[in-house]
Nanobody, 115 residues
């Protein structure tokens, strides 16, 4: 069964950094495009970073230059390095394929940026 397990979130001050991890299971994900999504309170879920099976990356404008998505296909794991965090990055973060498999959202990991 497909499963995504996100980890690495927490409380961080503005300007700080976090590294999120997503352990994927149930398939060999090296052939799939993957993404990190976030959902802030009262907002719709949005795709913030994407990585193709070949390693190409793309980012929403609000995180460009601050976030880096990467993948370790040997471990079926996707990462999101988040630097220079801002209060507006506060959200629950999820990984999934891109486009997302809607029936397989994980629990997510909460990121709170606050002083």
């Amino acid at each position: 069964q497909v499963q995504f397990v996100e980890s690495g979130g927490g409380l961080v001050q503005p300007g700080g950094s976090l590294r999120l991890s997503c352990a994927a299971s149930g398939r060999t994900f090296q052939f799939y495009n993957m993404g990190w999504y976030r959902q802030a309170p009262g907002q719709q879920r949005e795709l913030v970073a994407a990585i193709t099976a070949g390693g190409g990356t793309n980012y929403v404008d609000s995180v460009k230059g601050r976030f880096t998505i990467s993948r370790d296909d040997a471990k079926n794991t996707v990462f999101l390095q988040m630097n220079s965090l801002k209060s507006e990055d506060t959200a629950d973060y999820y990984c999934n394929t891109n486009p997302a498999w809607e029936n397989y959202w994980g629990q997510g990991t909460q990121v709170t940026v606050s002083s």
